[in-house]
């Protein structure tokens, strides 16, 4: 037997009114030597990338990465991923592939949000914006996972 119509909407009325208080969580403040570290690590990631320097960016990423992109449906996969491994990044960075000049870095890291041993930031250059998960191995944050988006290139006069 189903309420009758005007409860069961009273009784929706409330649960959404309570939602946003029952689902929503407050992150702690992040400790500003945590959030210095893990925005280390993010730009040793991204300075690394732009200053041509395996070295830097390899000592970033966790050995067992997992770095993403995400394409949409393709001729082989319904929901396309672009998939990098450390190995791979490294290389393109040994490449070149996007060394670029010290007067025109135009990049941000900032971290996001730290639960114990893991934590989210973000990273930004005009080429892409990436999403990182980090974990804490002994005094040090890596990169773990690296989601991207390649920004649209500029369309040319």
């Not at 208080?21 to 407050?26: C, K, L, P, R, Y």
């Not at 966790?62 to 001729?75: F, M, Q, S, Y």
Request: charge should be positive.
């Amino acid at each position: 037997m189903t309420a009758p119509r005007p409860l069961r909407a009273l009784a929706v009325a409330v649960l959404l009114t309570a939602a946003p208080s029952v689902f929503a969580t407050e992150t702690a403040p992040i400790d500003p030597a945590t959030r210095a570290a893990i925005e280390a690590t993010c730009f040793d990631y991204v300075d690394g990338q732009l200053e041509g320097d395996p070295a830097r960016v390899a000592r970033a990423l966790h050995p067992d990465l997992a770095k993403r992109r995400v394409l949409g449906e393709t001729a082989d996969e319904k929901l396309g991923l672009r998939r990098m491994s450390k190995e791979e990044l490294v290389e393109l960075t040994r490449q070149g592939a996007l060394k670029t000049p010290k007067e025109r870095w135009d990049r941000s890291c900032a971290a996001l949000d730290v639960a114990g041993n893991v934590a989210v930031a973000r990273a930004e250059t005009p080429w892409f914006v990436d999403f990182f998960h980090l974990g804490k191995f002994g005094e040090r944050w890596v990169i773990v996972n690296a989601l991207w988006y390649a920004k649209p290139k500029p369309v040319k006069p």
